[in-house]
């Protein structure tokens, strides 16, 4: 069972793809890494991260106390501005002296509920915004009267409470802060003493203490001189010893942070004195390790995450490199070989698989490129028989009926022009061999078609007119010997032979938009458009008094040489003459005079 069992797993293995085997090993051992590391990375970070958390609330509370002062003092400045600037250098009895009050008001009525000013003896003097001070309140007897009047130095703050001082419309009674202070009123001629009370909208400063993040589990609370509770998120749901436990918090420590143990859970405390006011300011954590759920925490994971990943796709990528460099080097030398680049050489290393592979892809492209060349061969020795064998077809009719001209006219003493027609014939033999090349220069062709026309007007006794022009420029270029002759053989016997008077031949070899074109045009009988397609398709056999080779015979020849964009263009109607012209690429003839040879 033993010896199945490991036969078995062997099985599995071998059976597996190189993809499967590369990711299972893979992720095994990105698995086990990342869990290592992680517990590696957590405990390392976990005490810094504790440390560094108190750092952080500690500057926390150094703000938040700014922040608190910097509120307070608004407030006292708005107080030193009323008493020095307004109160004291102003008589209350002109008529300026509460618009300016108002004024002050006005431009601080954000954050400050009420502003009022009272003689000693609790005389309302000046209030904004307007109001009434409620029947039956004794003034005078207040905390925040009296203490301004006998402390007359200080500005005097008071723990945050509901003011019920001045009659408000529906009860819409606030919370606020208030703070007072002595003055002098200047009273006509007459200094007299009164108090000056502001009171803070608490609301303002509430809101400023709950946007304070001390943490997900963290809170910050103040106390006054007495230990009565200022600012507490959950004073409402406060019990009596919860509230006694914050005050003795505050009061067994001084300013600073400290370590206390509380139901059980260790917790961190700081405490800050808020400026003015003799307030204490605390905040109280728990000390607990790193934590994933506060920002701090999730940057750190966000951090360690990306460091892991791209460690990940490091190694990644240098894994697959290294197993797919092999086959990378396999598809591009199969791309290559796609392309016809038969002689790609492979150098492939790696596993005995993929060199096994390498070695015979090289010796496929060996053997194809060998197959490619034996067809090329023949395909050429094809075209070379294909344009032999059309260009060999020269109808003895016409070599027959031109001795025939030269006998006659030897036996009428007429041997000046059977010396023409002699000389034209072998210039026309010459040019039509031309030592075995398939391709002369236009000025040749031009040449040849001169001496085929020169018999063919003697033997018709001037029956037709030509004329011959050509382009200095296209007379070295390259043509296909033998294209113009059956064309203009053409031009005589299906054109201008059966006309009644003169027949006119004009051909023409010139260059346009850089292709040469040979043209032949008569002013014969002309054709209909299925007569030119016939012509053009073989259809129509070439006269027995011709040289036999036929329209047809050009258009095939010019195809094979130089592809079927090129070829013999028809433009006939009846009655109205003929113009074949061929259409063939601008190729200088000595570019392709070698590949003859």
């Given at each position: 069972?033993?010896?199945?069992?490991?036969?078995?797993?062997?099985?599995?293995?071998?059976?597996?793809?190189?993809?499967?085997?590369?990711?299972?090993?893979?992720?095994?051992?990105?698995?086990?890494?990342?869990?290592?590391?992680?517990?590696?990375?957590?405990?390392?970070?976990?005490?810094?991260?504790?440390?560094?958390?108190?750092?952080?609330?500690?500057?926390?509370?150094?703000?938040?106390?700014?922040?608190?002062?910097?509120?307070?003092?608004?407030?006292?400045?708005?107080?030193?501005?009323?008493?020095?600037?307004?109160?004291?250098?102003?008589?209350?009895?002109?008529?300026?002296?509460?618009?300016?009050?108002?004024?002050?008001?006005?431009?601080?009525?954000?954050?400050?509920?009420?502003?009022?000013?009272?003689?000693?003896?609790?005389?309302?003097?000046?209030?904004?915004?307007?109001?009434?001070?409620?029947?039956?309140?004794?003034?005078?007897?207040?905390?925040?009267?009296?203490?301004?009047?006998?402390?007359?130095?200080?500005?005097?703050?008071?723990?945050?409470?509901?003011?019920?001082?001045?009659?408000?419309?529906?009860?819409?009674?606030?919370?606020?802060?208030?703070?007072?202070?002595?003055?002098?009123?200047?009273?006509?001629?007459?200094?007299?003493?009164?108090?000056?009370?502001?009171?803070?909208?608490?609301?303002?400063?509430?809101?400023?203490?709950?946007?304070?993040?001390?943490?997900?589990?963290?809170?910050?609370?103040?106390?006054?001189?007495?230990?009565?509770?200022?600012?507490?998120?959950?004073?409402?749901?406060?019990?009596?010893?919860?509230?006694?436990?914050?005050?003795?918090?505050?009061?067994?420590?001084?300013?600073?942070n400290y370590t206390q143990q509380s139901d059980g859970i260790q917790q961190d405390v700081t405490i800050k004195t808020v400026g003015y006011?003799?307030?204490?300011?605390?905040?109280?954590?728990?000390?607990?390790?790193?934590?994933?759920?506060?920002?701090?925490?999730?940057?750190?994971?966000?951090?360690?995450?990306?460091?892991?990943?791209?460690?990940?796709?490091?190694?990644?990528?240098?894994?697959?490199?290294?197993?797919?460099?092999?086959?990378?080097?396999?598809?591009?030398?199969?791309?290559?070989?796609?392309?016809?680049?038969?002689?790609?050489?492979?150098?492939?290393?790696g596993a005995y698989e993929v060199r096994h592979l390498g070695k015979t892809i090289q010796k496929m492209a060996a053997q194809i490129k060998?197959?490619?060349?034996?067809?090329?061969?023949?395909?050429?020795?094809?075209?070379?028989?294909?344009?032999?064998?059309?260009?060999?077809?020269?109808?003895?009719?016409?070599?027959?009926?031109?001795?025939?001209?030269?006998?006659?006219?030897?036996?009428?003493?007429?041997?000046?022009?059977?010396?023409?027609?002699?000389?034209?014939?072998?210039?026309?033999?010459?040019?039509?061999?031309?030592?075995?090349?398939?391709?002369?220069?236009?000025?040749?062709?031009?040449?040849?078609?001169?001496?085929?026309?020169?018999?063919?007007?003697?033997?018709?006794?001037?029956?037709?007119?030509?004329?011959?022009?050509?382009?200095?420029?296209?007379?070295?270029?390259?043509?296909?010997?033998?294209?113009?002759?059956?064309?203009?053989?053409?031009?005589?016997?299906?054109?201008?032979?059966?006309?009644?008077?003169?027949?006119?031949?004009?051909?023409?070899?010139?260059?346009?938009?850089?292709?040469?074109?040979?043209?032949?045009?008569?002013?014969?009988?002309?054709?209909?458009?299925?007569?030119?397609?016939?012509?053009?398709?073989?259809?129509?056999?070439?006269?027995?008094?011709?040289?036999?080779?036929?329209?047809?015979?050009?258009?095939?020849r010019i195809q094979l040489y130089f592809g079927e964009q090129y070829g013999l263009q028809i433009y006939s109607e009846p009655d109205e003459?003929?113009?074949?012209?061929?259409?063939?690429?601008?190729?200088?003839?000595?570019?392709?005079?070698?590949?003859?040879?």
């Open positions: 069972m033993a010896v199945e069992g490991h036969k078995k797993r062997f099985n599995i293995r071998e059976q597996m793809s190189l993809r499967n085997v590369i990711w299972i090993s893979f992720t095994l051992a990105t698995t086990l890494a990342t869990i290592i590391m992680g517990i590696a990375f957590y405990s390392l970070f976990s005490s810094q991260y504790s440390k560094q958390r108190r750092e952080e609330r500690q500057l926390l509370m150094t703000q938040i106390n700014s922040s608190v002062v910097s509120y307070l003092r608004n407030m006292m400045k708005v107080s030193d501005t009323l008493a020095f600037s307004v109160i004291k250098d102003q008589d209350i009895q002109t008529h300026d002296f509460s618009e300016k009050f108002q004024i002050l008001y006005d431009s601080n009525s954000t954050y400050i509920k009420n502003i009022a000013l009272f003689t000693e003896d609790g005389k309302a003097i000046a209030m904004a915004p307007a109001a009434i001070v409620k029947e039956n309140i004794n003034l005078v007897g207040q905390d925040w009267f009296s203490e301004a009047l006998s402390k007359s130095e200080n500005m005097h703050f008071y723990d945050p409470h509901v003011q019920n001082l001045f009659v408000e419309h529906e009860n819409n009674y606030e919370w606020v802060i208030s703070l007072s202070r002595a003055v002098q009123i200047t009273d006509g001629i007459e200094i007299k003493r009164g108090v000056l009370l502001i009171d803070l909208q608490y609301s303002g400063l509430e809101q400023l203490l709950e946007s304070a993040a001390i943490g997900d589990d963290g809170y910050l609370y103040i106390v006054d001189r007495m230990g009565e509770i200022v600012y507490h998120p959950f004073k409402q749901t406060l019990t009596e010893a919860e509230k006694t436990e914050c005050k003795n918090i505050i009061y067994n420590q001084k300013s600073g006011t003799g307030w204490l300011m605390a905040s109280v954590t728990s000390q607990g390790s790193f934590s994933l759920g506060t920002p701090k925490g999730r940057l750190l994971v966000i951090t360690l995450f990306l460091f892991f990943a791209t460690a990940l796709v490091m190694l990644n990528s240098l894994v697959s490199s290294l197993v797919s460099k092999p086959f990378q080097k396999l598809e591009l030398a199969l791309k290559k070989i796609e392309k016809g680049d038969m002689d790609v050489k492979l150098n492939i290393t060998r197959l490619m060349e034996d067809i090329v061969r023949e395909h050429e020795a094809k075209r070379k028989s294909e344009l032999d064998s059309l260009q060999a077809q020269i109808n003895p009719h016409f070599l027959y009926n031109t001795l025939d001209i030269i006998v006659w006219m030897i036996e009428n003493e007429r041997q000046s022009d059977a010396s023409k027609v002699v000389t034209s014939l072998a210039r026309f033999f010459r040019i039509s061999l031309s030592k075995g090349n398939r391709i002369i220069t236009v000025k040749d062709e031009i040449e040849h078609v001169n001496n085929y026309l020169a018999i063919q007007n003697m033997r018709y006794k001037n029956r037709f007119k030509y004329t011959v022009e050509i382009e200095e420029v296209v007379e070295e270029l390259a043509v296909i010997k033998l294209i113009l002759q059956p064309l203009v053989e053409n031009a005589i016997y299906h054109g201008v032979e059966f006309m009644d008077g003169d027949g006119e031949i004009r051909i023409r070899a010139y260059s346009s938009k850089d292709e040469l074109y040979l043209s032949v045009k008569d002013n014969g009988l002309g054709m209909t458009e299925d007569t030119v397609q016939k012509l053009l398709d073989g259809e129509i056999q070439p006269s027995g008094k011709g040289s036999g080779t036929g329209v047809v015979n050009v258009n095939q003459g003929t113009e074949m012209r061929i259409h063939l690429p601008l190729v200088k003839y000595q570019d392709i005079k070698e590949e003859q040879r």
